[in-house]
């Protein structure tokens, strides 16, 4: 609870600081004008994000495919336009590039990634799709005979399987 309001109280000191620059470079009229303008912007970004992540969703259980893609892309397009509609130049800068498609999807990916750190193997592949998983094997018992593997001692998801988009292709498949 301290860090959360620690880091609330550091953003709206870097807000007001910010604003206050943004005052004496262009005139107070002229920013209070702007932070309005891109909090408006936000508002109807918002309706528009989230309607359109609904949509999204909604295609893609319909079809069957795993819903993880759509439904990080909308969570951080709707996180991009709540930072653009609350009032601050900071945040509505952020706002406005997690609203840029290639940061977007970037953003997407690193969520994405640790969400699949967070969860097991089976869950990543039900929210994602199919993954690739790297396995470490541990040393082979004194009682294992030779050239067996030893017992999988740890393992983590390397990325989606081949075929899936994002992912390799198949060996079959013509380049």
């Given at each position: 609870m301290g860090r959360v309001f620690l880091a609330g109280l550091a953003m709206a000191v870097a807000e007001v600081?910010?604003?206050?620059?943004?005052?004496?470079?262009?005139?107070?009229?002229w920013a209070v004008l702007l932070i309005l303008a891109a909090s408006l912007a936000g508002a109807l970004l918002l309706q528009r994000e989230s309607v359109e992540a609904w949509r999204k969703l909604r295609e893609v259980l319909r079809a069957g495919r795993p819903p993880g893609a759509q439904f990080v892309?909308?969570?951080?397009?709707?996180?991009?336009?709540?930072?653009?509609?609350?009032?601050?130049?900071?945040?509505?800068?952020?706002?406005?590039?997690?609203?840029v498609p290639p940061?977007?999807?970037?953003?997407?990916?690193?969520?994405?990634r640790r969400a699949e750190r967070r969860l097991s193997s089976a869950a990543a592949g039900d929210l994602f799709g199919p993954r690739r998983v790297r396995v470490y094997r541990g040393e082979p018992r004194a009682?294992?005979?030779?050239?067996?593997?030893?017992?999988?001692?740890?393992?983590?998801?390397?990325?989606?399987a081949a075929g899936e988009p994002g992912g390799p292709r198949p060996a079959h498949e013509e380049r």
């Open positions: 600081g910010a604003f206050i620059l943004l005052g004496r470079f262009i005139g107070f009229g892309d909308g969570l951080v397009g709707l996180v991009g336009a709540v930072l653009l509609a609350v009032p601050g130049l900071l945040t509505g800068v952020l706002g406005g590039l997690l609203l940061v977007r999807r970037l953003v997407g990916r690193r969520v994405e009682d294992q005979p030779a050239g067996e593997p030893g017992p999988t001692i740890e393992g983590e998801i390397v990325g989606p």
